[in-house]
């Protein structure tokens, strides 16, 4: 039987430690590790709980291995966490489920990562990247601008006031999420049409979608963003329904291309809005996608185009497995 080792963030656990609400917006809730395990266990593999990366580096230096590690760990500090995981993995030549470090690191860089995919070619934004206040009088692409912070998640630093209509907003947002987050805030043409997120599995030339969701906000929630509140709170806030036809085959195509452009591994999602005039463009991947059954877009998009959670976990342990054998 396949033992698989489980390294995660526990939300409860940190703000146990006095983090805030915002500060482990990324991180998993109890009920999704306990989905995650019952269901591998269903599948037939042995689960191992592990923890944390510090938990993981313990249970290492102890002399603890497993066959696979199912790792969903976004990390604490730094551009790099959420590779630390896989990093200390590869030292002990232990293999994981989910991208490698380079692909973590990168991604997790929202500007890098735009420019990767710009210079492949694929669309998106103009953009740029403002890393102290002096950058802010440099900008130079036409209003409406968007502005967050450049390696954060779930919406963090994102809100109602991230759509930018002049020049003394710009400059009062830069200011604020330089001071809030401590790093650069990246600057793009605001995009005006829908929203979707596009779900996939597998890796390199096996890599396929799961299906295109778009995401409607309703009367109450914070208008033209999918941000942070509406994150949190988009039970009561957000509609998620399947993408039309229409849009499908142009989303997963551009989601495809820069899934394999990057080298992004066994499942994860792309972020996509359309411009002006109705064209799909790249906003951000997520290659260590959210995995609760109900509340994770992976899964409800999965789900909203038949397949079931059982199915998408199978097909991500599937995907790990080919990388190894």
Not at 225 to 238: A, D, I, Q
Not at 263 to 274: L, M, Q, T, V, Y
Request: proline share 4%.
């Amino acid at each position: 039987m396949i033992r698989v080792g489980l390294t995660y963030d526990l939300r409860s656990e940190y703000l146990r430690m006095g983090f805030s609400e915002e500060e482990t917006a990324e991180f998993d809730r109890d009920d999704t590790i306990e989905a995650i395990e019952k269901t591998l266990q269903h599948l037939g593999y042995a689960t191992d709980r592990i923890g944390n990366v510090k938990q993981l580096a313990e249970a290492l230096v102890k002399g603890k291995r497993w066959d696979i590690v199912f790792n969903i760990c976004e990390g604490m500090y730094g551009i790099g966490r959420e590779a630390q995981v896989p990093a200390l993995l590869d030292a002990w030549n232990i293999p994981y489920v989910f991208s490698n470090p380079l692909v973590l690191s990168l991604t997790l860089h929202k500007a890098m990562t735009k420019s990767v995919i710009r210079d492949s070619g694929l669309a998106t934004a103009d953009f740029c990247v403002i890393s102290k206040p002096e950058d802010i009088e440099k900008v130079s692409i036409p209003f409406p601008l968007f502005a967050k912070p450049v390696s954060e998640g779930t919406g963090k630093g994102i809100d109602a006031r991230s759509v930018i209509t002049g020049a003394r907003q710009l400059r009062n947002i830069c200011l604020d999420l330089l001071s809030r987050f401590n790093q650069p805030v990246l600057v793009e043409k605001y995009l005006s049409g829908r929203e979707f997120t596009v779900g996939l599995v597998g890796t390199g030339e096996s890599a396929r979608a799961t299906g295109t969701m778009e995401i409607v906000l309703n009367e109450r929630a914070e208008k033209n963003v999918y941000s942070y509140v509406n994150k949190e709170e988009c039970e009561e806030l957000v509609k998620y329904r399947r993408a039309g036809q229409e849009i499908v085959g142009q989303c997963e195509q551009l989601a495809l291309s820069v899934w394999q452009t990057l080298g992004c591994e066994d499942a994860g999602r792309i972020d996509i809005r359309c411009d002006d005039n109705g064209l799909p463009n790249f906003m951000e991947v997520n290659p260590l996608a959210g995995l609760h059954p109900e509340h994770s877009d992976l899964p409800i998009l999965s789900t909203l185009n038949g397949i079931s959670y059982i199915e998408l976990v199978s097909m991500i342990m599937e995907s790990a497995i080919k990388k190894i054998v």
